[in-house]
């Protein structure tokens, strides 16, 4: 970002006239005026090229014990844009999901508790990636958008978030807003359908294959979910009227 001052000068005899009828005070007065406006110019240059591009680069912060104690961590890759979901299974392992400045989904894992953060490979063709799950320091599951269309897209780590595989999803759905894993074959999804109800998803392969549950007729658009077992969840997030549920 670059800062374009415009300023007029006088030519040499208008500045010469104009200096012949100040006084030596007005003239010191006048060279003042004129360093503090230059001083505020600086200022703001500084301002805008260095200081404001930082309030919009991407956050991610720790808490140490109490939890109400954060910290933010700056150390991750300077392509990613935005981060919408993390997932930690210790207090040193985490995998957290987002996208770059191309709206491409990203990947990054950190195995110091947060401090640095390595991308992983995800395919190009993946939009935004929403939430993530992760029940061990090898098994994740990830879920988003498919490019800039509305498809829904799942993918499945078995490394530690370094590579990335796509898994089968039924037809109609159309975003992935949340997953919960709690094993590496059992994991639920959550999102919306291209008729404008909720969808839930259901894997018990590791996110190679997903089926559609059944809900309420009611229910649009789901936004979160926690399983606790195999036989247990709970999600969150619209109804038809636009209120929660």
């Known amino acids: 970002m670059k800062v374009v001052g415009i300023m ?110 390595t991308q992983g490979n995800v395919p190009s063709y993946v939009g935004y990636l929403w939430g993530v799950s992760c029940t061990s320091t090898t098994f994740c599951v990830a879920v988003g958008q498919y490019g800039s269309s509305s498809a829904g897209i799942t993918l499945t780590s078995t490394d530690g978030g370094s590579t990335w595989t796509q898994g089968s999803l039924p037809s109609g759905v159309v975003y992935l807003y949340g997953v919960s894993c709690t094993s590496a074959t059992f994991c639920v999804a959550v999102g919306g359908n291209s008729n404008n109800t909720g969808a839930v998803l259901t894997s018990t392969d590791g996110g190679s294959t997903w089926t559609q549950g059944s809900l309420p007729s009611t229910v649009a658009t789901l936004y979160g979910v926690s399983c606790t077992s195999s036989t247990f969840c709970v999600t969150v997030g619209l109804n038809g009227s636009s209120t929660g549920v």
Do not use: D
Request: some cysteine; proline content about 6%; aromatic content about 10%.
């Open 8 to 117: 007029h000068y006088l030519n040499n005899e208008e500045n010469l006239n104009m200096k012949s009828k100040l006084s030596p005070q007005e003239s010191k007065r006048s060279h003042k005026s004129f360093m503090k406006i230059m001083m505020f110019i600086f200022a703001l240059t500084v301002l805008i090229t260095f200081m404001i591009p930082t309030f919009l680069q991407p956050k991610i912060a720790k808490a140490t014990t109490p939890p109400s104690n954060w910290s933010i961590l700056k150390s991750y890759p300077p392509a990613v844009y935005t981060l919408t979901g993390v997932s930690c299974t210790s207090v040193t392992f985490c995998v957290a999901v987002g996208s770059n400045k191309k709206y491409e989904g990203v990947a990054l894992s950190s195995t110091n508790g947060g401090s640095t953060w």
